[in-house]
């Protein structure tokens, strides 16, 4: 039977868990590829894999802000649904608020991600595109940007614990909220 409580549709379910899979993986592959020795840290004849890794997760957060685009397109044209007046109103703002600092943060942490990768003396690609460089190495700049783009993936993971943790505590009082953001129709 067709379930007729206010759902979002397809297209913002299927976007909201590929990039939320995607942002786990980033951040632990982010935290995982920083720790990995430098060339230079390495004896003699060892090759490093380090860059391998940076330009995985280069290509993948500039394939998370492409997907948020579209989202933020997907979301300014296409309904979503109001919350259940079950919910109180302080929790139905905050949960606003956060749902739009998420939609600010994946796109920002990309944008300085790819502003310090720009503003180091290695090349930015995505999945083997080399990406024109729009301004010469700067270390003052990379480091400035590196602090910004460490300190916004800190303060996602901060973020994303409080929004599962209500997710959590609203699906197991039987608010029907999971439901809203599953395939299940
Ligand atoms: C296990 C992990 C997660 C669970 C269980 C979960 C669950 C949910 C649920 C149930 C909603 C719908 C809330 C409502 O009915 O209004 C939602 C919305 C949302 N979630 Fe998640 N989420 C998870 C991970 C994430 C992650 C990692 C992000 C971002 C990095 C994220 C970003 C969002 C955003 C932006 C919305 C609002 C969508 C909109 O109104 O356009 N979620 N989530
Ligand atoms: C959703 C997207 C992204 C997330 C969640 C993310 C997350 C992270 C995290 C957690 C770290 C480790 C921070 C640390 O402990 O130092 C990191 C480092 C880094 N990220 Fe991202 N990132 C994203 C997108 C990007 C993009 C698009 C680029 C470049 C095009 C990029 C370039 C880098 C670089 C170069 C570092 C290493 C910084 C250093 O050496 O200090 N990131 N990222």
Same mark, same amino acid.
């Given at each position: ?10 297209? *913002? ?18 935290l995982y590829m920083v720790e990995l020795p430098k060339k230079w840290e390495l004896p003699p004849g060892e090759e490093s894999v380090r860059a391998f890794y940076f330009l ?34 302080? #929790? #139905? ?22 502003? #310090?990768?720009?503003?180091s003396k290695f ?16 270390k003052?700049?990379?480091? *400035?940007?590196s ?39």
């Amino acid at each position: 039977m067709e379930n007729s409580s206010p759902r979002y549709d397809r297209v *913002q379910v299927t976007l909201h868990w590929l990039i939320a899979a995607i942002v786990f993986f980033m951040i632990g592959l982010g935290l995982y590829m920083v720790e990995l020795p430098k060339k230079w840290e390495l004896p003699p004849g060892e090759e490093s894999v380090r860059a391998f890794y940076f330009l995985l997760h280069k290509s993948m957060g500039i394939t998370v802000a492409m997907l948020m685009i579209l989202r933020v397109v997907w979301r300014l044209t296409h309904k979503v649904p109001p919350m259940p007046d079950t919910i109180p109103k302080w #929790q #139905q703002r905050a949960a606003t608020t956060v749902h739009a600092v998420f939609y600010i943060m994946l796109l920002a942490i990309p944008l300085t991600g790819y502003l #310090q990768s720009m503003y180091s003396k290695f090349h930015t690609k995505f999945w083997g595109i080399t990406l024109p460089r729009m301004a010469e190495a700067d270390k003052l700049a990379r480091e *400035q940007f590196s602090e910004i783009h460490q300190f916004l993936a800190y303060l996602l993971v901060v973020l994303i614990v409080l929004h599962v943790a209500a997710a959590i505590k609203h699906h197991l009082s039987g608010s029907g909220i999971f439901d809203r953001m599953s395939f299940k129709r």
